[in-house]
T-cell receptor, first 112, second 112 residues
Framework: EAAVTQSPRNKVAVTGGKVTLSCNQT?????MYWYRQDTGHGLRLIHY???????EKGDIPDGYKASRPSQENFSLILELATPSQTSVYFC???????????FGPGTRLLVL | GEQVEQLPSILRVQEGSSASINCTYE??????FPWYKQEPGENPKLIID?????ERKQTQGLIVLLDKKAKRFSLHITDTQPGDSAMYFC???????????FGTGTRLQVLP
């Protein structure tokens, strides 16, 4: 089974602070994704990537940046965290044309 | 548009009965429709999927139906068990962007 790990698993941040969420996958998947999950909204796509060096805006990119320095790593960056960014964040990876996405365990972020 | 609507948001059924979840999508370029199950505190996991060249797929007590004309697809769980209690998400993936759009989820409760 695909292995996708996320760190940290839990994070408390202050408003205006910088937060970096990290994701690592060991399956050599080209595509990686960042979602946030909120009650009543399901999973919403923030940023995604087709491979090292590429980042694309998802459906709700405002307030977030992404970085894909290598095939294995995909980071989500909140330069100025706000309480509205309190959520559970999931990273996922997958292969184009194979469609199935494998999710990491999630990061619970609380912005005070 | 790329919205995916999922109903109902909460579904309670008696153990042993069947449960049905319905989704509709907007993007006519969607060609892949996965279903994910999420246990409390866990990440979403793929349970079954269907591609646009099929109308019906069945595996281990799960049936998915796809009506491309109506842009509608559904999950049917036969002979529900307490272990089926979870959140279920439908999704639709576009053939031209690789983006996956998720429904807002259905909380299934199987009552003893």
């Amino acid at each position: 089974e695909a292995a996708v790990t996320q760190s940290p698993r839990n994070k408390v941040a202050v408003t205006g602070g910088k937060v970096t969420l990290s994701c690592n996958q060991t399956n050599n998947h080209n595509n990686m994704y960042w979602y946030r999950q909120d009650t009543g909204h399901g999973l919403r796509l923030i940023h995604y990537s087709y491979g090292a060096g590429s980042t694309e805006k998802g459906d709700i990119p405002d307030g977030y940046k992404a970085s894909r320095p290598s095939q294995e790593n995909f980071s989500l960056i909140l330069e100025l965290a706000t309480p509205s960014q309190t959520s559970v964040y999931f990273c996922a990876s997958g292969e184009p044309q194979k469609d199935t996405q494998y999710f990491g365990p999630g990061t619970r972020l609380l912005v005070l | 548009g790329e919205q995916v609507e999922q109903l109902p948001s909460i579904l309670r059924v008696q153990e042993g009965s069947s449960a049905s979840i319905n989704c509709t999508y907007e993007n006519s370029a969607s060609n892949y429709f996965p279903w994910y199950k999420q246990e409390p505190g866990e990440n979403p996991k793929l349970i079954i999927d269907i591609r646009s060249n099929m109308e019906r797929k069945q595996t281990q007590g799960l049936i998915v139906l796809l009506d491309k004309k109506a842009k509608r697809f559904s999950l049917h769980i036969t002979d529900t068990q307490p272990g089926d209690s979870a959140m279920y998400f439908c999704a639709a993936q576009s053939s031209n962007t690789n983006k996956v759009v998720f429904g807002t989820g259905t909380r299934l409760q199987v009552l003893p």
